[in-house]
Structures are given as C-alpha cells and as structure tokens.
C-alpha cells in the first residue's frame, strides 16, 4: 500500500499511477477537481502520414561503401570519434513522433473543501490496483475510487459519501492539444479528434450513472450530477493505429470504443470492479514476499524520506513494497492487446515527453521486462513479443538497404511505426546489435515455460533472422583473425573501435541461444553447422586488462578513475550467461564494477543490483538497492533518471529476485546473494527456468525450507547449503511439489 496525507501537486512526483496495458491513468487527489491524466498507448505522433515525412531512419540515398570505409579506417587508425561516424552513416531523425497525453478527466466538486482535512488520505493499493481517496468535511465523509481493467478495457471511477444526497459534480475533458471536439448527450461524453501531425483519429467515450439525484448534459461539453447519493464512469479510448508495416492504420475506433463503453457500462460498477480485482490478484499475488519488515503507520513519502539503506524494519517494509510495486507497474503497463512497456510504462502527461517516451533498445526496453519471468508475471511479455514480431519487417529492409545483407536489425531506439534506422545523435544512433539483445527475452520465456511450440512460433525466427544479419555483417579481425562486430560502439561511451565487449558478448550470446534452440528444434544441420564454426571464430568479447579490469573496448582503453553510468561490458554477466560466477572473468568484471562506483542514474543503479547479486555480493547489491531508494526513487516511488524514467522500477524488481533465487546455468541456485540485512524471511512464488515455481524461508541467513512445483517433467538440480552435499538432482513430474527442510533434508 502506497499512501499520502495531501493530494498530489505534481503529475512525476506525487501522482499515483494505474493502468491496464493500453490504458494508463494518473489519480492526484484533488479535492476541488479531481485531475485523472489519462493515456491510450497508441497514441502517437510522427509515422507515416506524419507532416514531417517518415522513412523508418533509412538511409535516404544510397551510400555505397560507406560502412566499409568505416571499417577499414577503424582497422588503421584503431579509433574513430563519434562525431565524425555519426557524420559519414548517421542522418538526421524525420517523423520520429512521440508519444502523447490522451488529456484529462476533471471531476468538478462544488463545496469541497479548500484546504486538506486532517483526515485526508490518498492510498494505493497494490494488492487490488485500485486507488483511493478518503475525507471528511463539514461532518460529511467523502470516498473516491479509481481503477483501470484489463479484462473490460476502461478507465473506472465512483464518487460516494455517506450523507444521503450530498454527491454533486461536474465531469469534464481538457487536453493540452485542440485537436478534438467534446459532446455530452444523455449519459455520455464523446472526444473526437486526429492529430494534427499524421492524421490519427482517436476517440474516448465517457459514461456515467448515479444513485439518487440528476444527471445533466450540458452544452459545453460536460456532464453533471447533482445532488446523488453515489456517481460512477466508465471511460474508453482508442486510435486507429495498428501494427501491420508500412502503414499502422486500421479501423477508425468509433465502433470499438462505443461497443467497449457500453458493455462496461451494462455490468454496473460492483461487478467491473469484482471482474477486475480478481484478474489483477492472479498476477500480482503469486509473489509474497517476507523480509521480517515492521509496516509502519507512516506515509509513503515519508517512509522514502526517512530510508537509510540500514537493517531496521522501516528500511526493509520500504524495500518490500518497492519490490512489489516495480511487479505492481509491470503488470499495469504491458498486458496482451497493448504495445509493451515504453519509457514511461504507459504514463505521460506531456506531448514533448523527455526521449519521446519511446524504446529505448540499448538496454531501457529490455530492462522492462527483466522481472518479467523470474517473478512469475510471464504473461506481461505477451506485448514485448508482438513488438518484436512487428519490427522485423522494416528491420529487413533495413539490413538489405543500409548493410546489404539478411536478417534483420534494429539501432539504439525505436517507435511504435517500424523505426529500425538510425539517426545522428552522435552517441546514440549506432546499436544494431539491439535487434539480438531483443531475441534475448524471448529466449528466455522458453527457458523459464519450455513450450517448443513458443520457440518454433514466436521466439526461434526472430533468433534466427538476428542470427543470420550477423553471420552475413561479422568481419575479421586483422589484428587476431577474429570475427568482430565493427564499426561497435559501447553505448553512448567511448569512441568507435572493433570489437567492444559488449557487442561481441551480445552476438555471442545470440548465437549461442540461436545454436541450443535449433538443437531442439532440429533445425537443418549446414545452419547449425555455419553458427557452430562461427562461434568458435568469434571474439568472446572477454579480455583482462592491465589493471585487473575486464575491458569495455578490445584495446585496453579503460581508465580505473572511469564512473560511466553504463557498464555495457558487464552483458555477459548479466543479463547475460557467459560470465560464471567464481571465473577470472567474474573477477576482472568485479574490477571494473567496483572502479565504475555506486552513483549513476536510476536504471544504471537498477542493473548494478543484478550485477552484485550474479556476483554473489548480497551486501553490495543490497547497497545499491539503498542507493537506488536514496537517491534516485521520487516520493511516488517512481524511479528517477532524472527525469522519471520507469526502467529502474522493473531492474530494481529483478535485482532482488536475483539476490534470492538464480537458475541462468539451468540450476537452481537458492538465496545465491542473501544480504545480511535481510536473515530471516520467506519468499513465494519465484519462478526458474527449467519450469519450477519455487518457495523458501530462511533464518539467520540460511535456507531451512524450499519448497519446488514442476511445471514440466525433466531433470532439475536444486543447489543450496541446506541440501546433502549442497545439491540434488532428480527427474521432475509436472504437477508435483518438491519439498525440503532443515530438519527432513528431503521430503
């Protein structure tokens, strides 16, 4: 439970957010007029149609051999500045858009009080994703509800008081932009509107009912109800937008919005709600977790205000809930039928968001759904998958146009129109490794489900097409004999080299997951044979360097007083596979982690969590959660680049999921990075690859009960001090719960 004594004056700082996937909703509280800013996910400027033209950051004319006259002063000169590379392949960004602010909803409530009552308290309740505001006034008791549902597609609200008659309001729509017209006729508000850069039609419609009282339309727009004893909406919203390449324009949403506000609006408002608590509760209440915190009677904000990143119980109530609140925003930002996560979840209050609220895919989207499948909210990538489906079309083309080659590829951000070009923001516009790191989920929701129909459908061809852009673009070495990517670029540090870390350990990564999965899937054996050869060519992207350090650059380039805020040549660390704990490598990446330092903005300190934890350091991850609370996590808990920026939430989740259970060698690795701070506590719920849900308590910093459900039958191994010998390993049946204990050793 998130709460406050006084409403929210600050849409990023204060106000609390809901959502449903494609519907986000910001509550402030007010008592005068209540704002709720609203989002519907595909709004979008920029795209086809857009005024400024659109042509996906393709190249505009051909450049024949200009990646090639990169790459041969780079194996010359070693260094080429990002200036003078973005100058020869990158160009100027054209219709890029972004995303918008559906508007407002103000709820106008004559008689409110002007000052906040003492009894005043604006609450969040993770549990139900449901918002609340209470108060007493002039000995009247007033209660207002929010929430979003995904299974009836709307944006829900009620008004009550427990006076007889004493409900009157007056519901309005307000929007930054004047490209709409609003009506009220009956019970119901109409917003029609297309914006004015691309044409998008978008609309929502608004009804409402009351108990008791009068409702009005009235001519300006706005509805009234008078003198009720409750009144409760229902609000729906849609665009035309859809994700088919090239042009993302389907059905005018007038129909669909109607037909959806309609039948919400049939079911009365105790049976929307019932409908949506129960479909929220069978995400969010698979995971518990208990790290012996004190819940305090303190509000929300100053709970943050007073965290030391110590051992007290108020400190870890505040990391509990923090916990949970990043699995909370996960689930009301990216459901099925929806766009993923972006930037900001699904909320933006603005038409100029701070980076669009785009895709950021040199590690933000990807982040987002790091938590996704280990705390156990698989559902939530259902989004992220159809994404990345719908960006291989134009990343084809790309490939061909701009590297003459297979495949497909996608650079440093993307929209939701098929943007997989580059632009010239010098540090910024090259990563077409990001198309690879994008298999890399989907990868993983195999390896955590086990669905071959899952590989064979959704995540094998996309791996495959990757694989195939860098078979085609990988380019020998002349200084070792080595396949490197190049020109390669560590994100947004350094200069163009061949060969960064990180770029070679993403490929290797690839091919990797690639070559176990046409395994599996018997795909033909001259493919598995080209990706087999090709690995053992590749630079592993792994080099130790004069100080101890793992490189960032294959040049030992990197400076121990460097505190970059990306640690990119840590990926093979986390998240991913290549780097084992207790290795030489693990060593050197200690090195480097330990000489970058704890600042950094709020996801840079989200990943050093699950960088610490995969290094078995709970203490130090635990730090840097602490440092993420301290300093980067707004009163809202919001995580803060600056700006509010929501990836953070979603890592910082990951990271503590790391530190209690770890299965990415394909055992199941139980409290890996206990902190000291947190000895005795439960969890449940916590999800491993191999397909077991899993359950632990422990005491004094060590297990004394696991308990393991099989999703699948196979072979599992279970590591952990309180196990004979420290591990087991046996032939699981789906359906069957494992059990062990201090006392039993097996059960």
Same mark, same amino acid.
């Given at each position: 439970?998130?709460?406050?004594?006084?409403?929210?004056?600050?849409?990023?700082?204060?106000?609390?957010? =809901?959502? #449903?996937?494609?519907?986000?909703?910001? &509550?402030?509280?007010?008592?005068?007029?209540?704002? =709720?800013?609203?989002?519907?996910?595909?709004?979008? !400027?920029?795209?086809?149609?857009?005024?400024?033209?659109?042509?996906?950051?393709?190249?505009?004319?051909?450049?024949?051999?200009?990646?090639?006259?990169?790459?041969?002063?780079?194996?010359?000169?070693?260094?080429?500045?990002?200036?003078?590379?973005?100058?020869?392949?990158?160009?100027?960004?054209?219709?890029?858009?972004?995303?918008?602010?559906?508007?407002?909803?103000?709820?106008?409530?004559?008689?409110?009080?002007?000052?906040?009552?003492?009894?005043?308290?604006?609450?969040?309740?993770?549990?139900?994703?449901?918002?609340?505001?209470?108060?007493?006034?002039?000995?009247?008791?007033?209660?207002?509800?929010?929430?979003? #549902?995904?299974?009836?597609?709307?944006?829900?609200?009620?008004?009550?008081?427990?006076?007889?008659?004493?409900?009157?309001?007056?519901?309005?729509?307000?929007?930054?932009?004047?490209?709409?017209?609003?009506?009220?006729?009956?019970?119901?508000?109409?917003?029609?509107?297309?914006?004015?850069?691309?044409?998008?039609?978008? /609309?929502?419609?608004?009804?409402?009912?009351?108990?008791?009282?009068?409702?009005?339309?009235?001519?300006?727009?706005?509805?009234?109800?008078?003198?009720?004893?409750?009144?409760?909406?229902?609000?729906?919203?849609?665009?035309?937008?859809?994700?088919?390449?090239?042009?993302?324009?389907?059905?005018?949403?007038?129909?669909?919005?109607?037909?959806?506000?309609?039948?919400?609006?049939?079911?009365?408002?105790?049976?929307?709600?019932?409908?949506?608590?129960?479909?929220?509760?069978?995400?969010?209440?698979?995971?518990?977790?208990?790290?012996?915190?004190?819940?305090?009677? +303190?509000?929300?904000?100053? =709970?943050?205000?007073?965290?030391?990143?110590?051992?007290?119980?108020?400190?870890?109530?505040?990391?509990?809930?923090?916990?949970?609140?990043?699995?909370?925003?996960?689930?009301?930002?990216?459901?099925?039928?929806?766009?993923?996560?972006?930037?900001?979840? +699904?909320?933006?209050?603005?038409?100029?968001?701070? *980076?669009?609220?785009?895709?950021?895919?040199?590690?933000?989207?990807?982040?987002?759904?790091?938590?996704? /499948?280990?705390?156990?909210?698989?559902?939530?990538?259902?989004?992220?998958?159809?994404? +990345?489906?719908?960006?291989?079309?134009?990343?084809?083309? !790309?490939?061909?146009?701009?590297?003459?080659?297979?495949?497909? &590829? &996608?650079?440093?951000?993307?929209?939701?129109?098929?943007?997989?070009?580059?632009?010239?923001?010098?540090?910024?516009?090259?990563?077409?490794?990001?198309?690879?790191?994008?298999?890399?989920?989907?990868?993983?929701?195999?390896?955590?489900?086990?669905?071959?129909?899952?590989?064979?459908?959704?995540?094998?061809?996309?791996?495959?097409?990757?694989?195939?852009?860098?078979?085609?673009?990988?380019?020998?070495?002349?200084?070792?004999?080595? =396949?490197?990517? !190049?020109?390669?670029?560590?994100?947004?540090?350094?200069?163009?080299?061949?060969?960064?870390?990180?770029?070679?350990?993403?490929?290797?990564?690839?091919? !990797?997951?690639?070559? /176990?999965?046409?395994?599996?899937?018997?795909?033909?054996?001259? @493919?598995?044979?080209?990706?087999?050869?090709?690995?053992?060519?590749?630079?592993?992207?792994?080099?130790?360097?004069? *100080?101890?350090?793992?490189?960032?650059?294959?040049?030992?380039?990197?400076?121990?007083?460097?505190?970059?805020?990306?640690?990119?040549?840590?990926?093979?660390?986390?998240?991913?596979?290549?780097?084992?704990?207790?290795?030489?490598?693990?060593?050197?990446?200690? +090195?480097?982690?330990?000489?970058?330092?704890?600042?950094?903005?709020?996801? #840079?300190?989200? *990943?050093?969590?699950?960088?610490?934890?995969?290094?078995?350091?709970?203490?130090?991850?635990?730090?840097?959660?602490?440092?993420?609370?301290? #300093?980067?996590?707004?009163?809202?808990?919001?995580?803060?680049?600056?700006?509010?920026?929501?990836?953070?939430? @979603?890592?910082?989740?990951?990271?503590?999921?790391?530190?209690?259970?770890?299965?990415?060698?394909?055992?199941?690795?139980?409290?890996?990075?206990?902190?000291?701070?947190?000895?005795?506590?439960?969890?449940?719920?916590?999800?491993?690859?191999?397909?077991?849900?899993?359950?632990?308590?422990?005491?004094?910093?060590?297990?004394?009960?696991?308990?393991?459900?099989?999703?699948?039958?196979?072979?599992?191994?279970?590591?952990?001090?309180?196990?004979?010998?420290?591990? &087991?390993?046996?032939?699981?049946?789906?359906?069957?719960?494992?059990?062990?204990?201090?006392?039993?050793?097996?059960?």
């Amino acid at each position: 439970m998130l709460w406050y004594t006084t409403p929210a004056a600050d849409w990023e700082r204060e106000a609390l957010p =809901l959502g #449903s996937g494609a519907l986000g909703v910001m &509550v402030f509280g007010t008592l005068a007029s209540e704002r =709720l800013q609203f989002n519907e996910k595909t709004l979008w !400027t920029g795209g086809p149609g857009s005024a400024q033209g659109y042509d996906f950051g393709n190249w505009r004319a051909p450049r024949p051999g200009a990646i090639a006259a990169v790459q041969e002063e780079i194996d010359t000169e070693t260094r080429i500045g990002p200036e003078a590379v973005a100058g020869r392949l990158g160009q100027p960004r054209v219709g890029f858009g972004a995303y918008q602010t559906f508007g407002d909803l103000q709820l106008d409530v004559p008689g409110a009080p002007t000052t906040t009552p003492d009894s005043y308290r604006r609450a969040l309740d993770l549990g139900e994703a449901v918002a609340t505001v209470t108060y007493t006034h002039q000995q009247v008791g007033g209660q207002r509800e929010f929430f979003v #549902s995904h299974p009836d597609r709307v944006i829900v609200g009620r008004l009550a008081a427990d006076r007889p008659g004493a409900v009157t309001c007056t519901v309005r729509y307000t929007s930054p932009r004047t490209d709409f017209t609003a009506t009220s006729a009956g019970d119901r508000i109409t917003v029609r509107g297309e914006l004015a850069d691309n044409g998008m039609a978008f /609309e929502a419609q608004l009804r409402v009912g009351h108990r008791g009282g009068a409702l009005t339309a009235n001519a300006d727009g706005t509805l009234t109800v008078t003198d009720a004893d409750s009144a409760w909406f229902v609000l729906a919203a849609g665009t035309d937008y859809a994700d088919t390449y090239p042009d993302y324009r389907g059905d005018d949403p007038h129909a669909k919005v109607t037909q959806t506000v309609d039948d919400a609006f049939g079911k009365g408002y105790a049976t929307l709600r019932a409908r949506h608590v129960a479909d929220h509760r069978a995400l969010f209440d698979r995971v518990a977790l208990d790290i012996r915190a004190a819940v305090p009677d +303190v509000p929300t904000d100053r =709970l943050l205000a007073g965290y030391t990143g110590g051992t007290s119980a108020t400190d870890r109530a505040l990391e509990a809930l923090f916990f949970q609140y990043g699995r909370y925003l996960l689930i009301a930002s990216s459901r099925p039928g929806s766009l993923p996560a972006n930037l900001q979840g +699904v909320w933006n209050q603005s038409t100029s968001p701070p *980076w669009s609220a785009d895709y950021h895919v040199n590690i933000n989207l990807q982040m987002n759904y790091w938590l996704a /499948e280990a705390a156990n909210l698989a559902e939530t990538t259902a989004p992220y998958d159809r994404f +990345v489906e719908a960006m291989r079309a134009p990343g084809r083309r !790309t490939a061909k146009e701009m590297f003459g080659s297979r495949g497909w &590829v &996608v650079h440093n951000e993307t929209n939701p129109y098929g943007f997989t070009g580059v632009h010239n923001w010098a540090t910024s516009f090259w990563f077409p490794e990001a198309a690879a790191w994008l298999t890399t989920q989907l990868y993983e929701h195999y390896r955590f489900g086990g669905s071959t129909d899952y590989l064979r459908t959704t995540a094998y061809p996309a791996m495959k097409e990757a694989a195939e852009f860098w078979l085609d673009n990988l380019r020998t070495d002349p200084r070792d004999g080595t =396949l490197v990517v !190049t020109p390669s670029y560590s994100p947004e540090h350094g200069d163009f080299t061949a060969g960064a870390a990180m770029s070679q350990q993403i490929v290797h990564d690839l091919f !990797t997951n690639t070559l /176990e999965a046409a395994r599996i899937l018997g795909d033909v054996p001259e @493919f598995r044979a080209q990706l087999t050869d090709t690995l053992d060519k590749l630079d592993p992207g792994l080099r130790i360097g004069s *100080w101890g350090q793992l490189q960032e650059w294959k040049a030992d380039l990197d400076g121990p007083t460097d505190d970059h805020r990306h640690v990119s040549h840590l990926f093979g660390l986390h998240p991913g596979r290549q780097i084992e704990p207790g290795s030489r490598w693990a060593d050197a990446a200690k +090195v480097s982690l330990t000489a970058r330092g704890d600042g950094g903005t709020g996801w #840079s300190k989200a *990943w050093k969590i699950n960088f610490w934890a995969r290094l078995r350091d709970g203490d130090h991850a635990h730090k840097m959660l602490g440092e993420q609370l301290k #300093s980067s996590t707004l009163p809202n808990l919001w995580d803060t680049h600056p700006p509010f920026q929501i990836d953070g939430n @979603f890592g910082a989740t990951s990271g503590v999921v790391e530190m209690l259970l770890q299965s990415q060698y394909d055992v199941i690795e139980v409290l890996p990075a206990l902190p000291s701070s947190w000895p005795d506590g439960s969890v449940r719920g916590l999800r491993a690859r191999g397909g077991a849900t899993v359950d632990i308590d422990w005491e004094a910093g060590r297990p004394t009960r696991i308990a393991l459900t099989a999703s699948r039958s196979r072979e599992l191994t279970v590591r952990s001090g309180l196990l004979r010998g420290g591990e &087991v390993k046996f032939k699981a049946v789906a359906g069957r719960k494992y059990a062990w204990g201090a006392r039993t050793g097996a059960s």
